[in-house]
């Protein structure tokens, strides 16, 4: 009896065992013929996550602002997303219901005995409008033009001296170096951007399809360590469940324009009232940071440095 019942259960392995040999044949190329209706591109598992590194002078906001998902399934968390922009007609970032959350501000001087703060006291800027976003890049090209009179983005000599300059660009990338000018003089109010002297206090579209092409080159932001950390804002007395950094990210456009190297004032032709800032070196306590080192939006309407530029 024992014997029996071990044959029957030998017999039925073996059935299993043939018929899963036998699925492989048959289902095996409906699998395959469903991977390449979609291109071979599917995944085995759901993309919950995509994380994105940013290079410097850049934020995730200032490359993918305005992205939005293809499949309705799909989020991203930028300024779109939280209603802080959103888009005209055009398909143009202009200022959304929720644009309070990234409202930028100026902060005041208390004369000459004040220390540096990386918190200080705030107001809004005149007219609550941002100072004029200044000139920043060359006004050709960084490459010499080798060709004369001609057009550097037609000179050879010039490609060839930019594919020197620069290693690791894709070959036709190198292009790009050679275009991008400004057009225009240094530290002036950058006429590429739409409505330059009347921007609202907070983001805006930085590229256009007139003036401010993705190849543009345009102001570098504030590159110096208390004042990156000021720009931020943290207050620990800010800090909430949402917001557990304690920092607003709303002094970027005021560090950007009266920020100096010397003991004097260097302020955007709109700047006012007056903001000195003396580059002394900030006290012990001022150095302290708060809790947790992460800002929850670093939004920041001053030009970064990038030669493709989106806000």
């Known amino acids: 009896m024992r014997d029996r019942h071990k044959s029957r259960w030998l017999q039925g392995c073996r059935l299993t065992l043939s018929a899963l040999a036998l699925g492989q044949f048959t289902a095996g190329p409906v699998l395959a013929q469903d991977w390449d209706h979609h291109g071979g591109h599917e995944t085995r598992t759901p993309i919950k996550h995509v994380i994105v590194i940013i290079g410097e002078n850049r934020s995730f906001d200032h490359v993918f602002a305005t992205y939005v ?7 991203v968390f930028n300024l779109l997303s939280q209603g802080i922009v959103k888009l005209d007609a055009g398909k143009n970032a202009i200022p959304g219901p929720n644009f309070e959350m990234a409202h930028q501000q100026a902060a005041m001087d208390n004369g000459p005995n004040d220390a540096f703060l990386l918190s200080p006291p705030k107001q809004n800027f005149p007219k609550d409008q941002l100072p004029s976003p200044l000139v920043g890049g060359p006004k050709v090209s960084y490459i010499p033009n080798k060709c004369g009179s001609s057009p550097i983005t037609t000179c050879e000599a010039s490609l060839v001296l930019a ?4 290693s690791g660009l894709p070959s036709e990338y190198y292009q790009y170096l050679l275009s991008g000018g400004t057009g225009q003089t240094s530290q002036t109010p950058d006429q590429r951007i739409s409505n330059v002297s009347t921007l609202p206090a907070g983001p805006f579209q930085l590229t256009n399809a007139d003036g401010m092409p993705y190849d543009s080159y345009s102001a570098s932001p504030v590159h110096r360590f208390y004042q990156m950390w000021q720009q931020l804002n943290c207050n620990h007395s800010s800090a909430s469940r949402d917001n557990p950094s304690g920092c607003g990210g709303n002094l970027f456009a005021w560090v950007e324009v009266t920020v100096a190297p010397a ?7 709109r700047t006012s009232p007056p903001t000195i800032r003396r580059r002394r070196r900030p006290r012990v306590k001022a150095r302290r940071r708060s809790a947790s080192t992460t800002c929850r939006r670093a939004t920041c309407p001053t030009s970064p440095r990038s030669r493709r530029n989106t806000r």
Request: hydrophobic content about 5%.
């Open 69 to 75: 998902p293809e499949r309705r399934d799909q989020s």
């Open 163 to 166: 594919q020197q300059s620069e």
């Open 263 to 269: 003991p004097t004032v260097r302020r955007s032709p």
